[in-house]
């Protein structure tokens, strides 16, 4: 995993793009198509991975860590996904009884939201982070909501 990492996402940030350092929260689908080549959305977890809007501190809520790996453990693979998440410098967000409230808020306003999108979206709003998902109807809601 760390290799694919590597090889699909630059080294470095360049220039002045160092001195931002943004926030980006991060929806299990885009993690779980990113580390699985075979994956339907493989490609476009790789490329909205890969924009320079994504360089920067890497956020994942406990349940978006939890979401991705349940197949890696099935399979015996998760110390590639945490190998993963160490390369990428994420750092994973508990679940704390504000974020719990604030996932729950967003769940009300829209309610074909399931929860642990609400969640991932809760990750980013708190932690003025921006959404990184393949999640059309969840990218609209964040947009809406930030």
Not at 110 to 126: G, S
């Amino acid at each position: 995993m760390r290799e694919a990492f590597q090889r699909d996402l630059p080294a470095r940030v360049p220039g002045r793009a160092q001195r931002r350092v943004a926030r980006v929260a991060l929806d299990a689908d885009v993690v779980i198509a990113f580390l699985d080549p075979d994956d339907a959305q493989h490609s476009a977890a790789v490329e909205r991975l890969g924009r320079q809007e994504c360089w920067g501190q890497l956020l994942i809520a406990a349940t978006v860590y939890a979401e991705v790996i349940i197949r890696p453990l099935q399979q015996g693979t998760v110390e590639k996904v945490d190998e993963f998440l160490a390369a990428a410098g994420a750092k994973v967000i508990e679940i704390d009884r504000s974020l719990a409230r604030t996932a729950a808020e967003l769940r009300a306003r829209h309610r074909r939201l399931r929860l642990p999108d609400a969640v991932a979206l809760a990750t980013a709003l708190q932690r003025n982070a921006r959404l990184v998902t393949l999640d059309n109807d969840l990218q609209r809601i964040a947009a809406d909501e930030q």
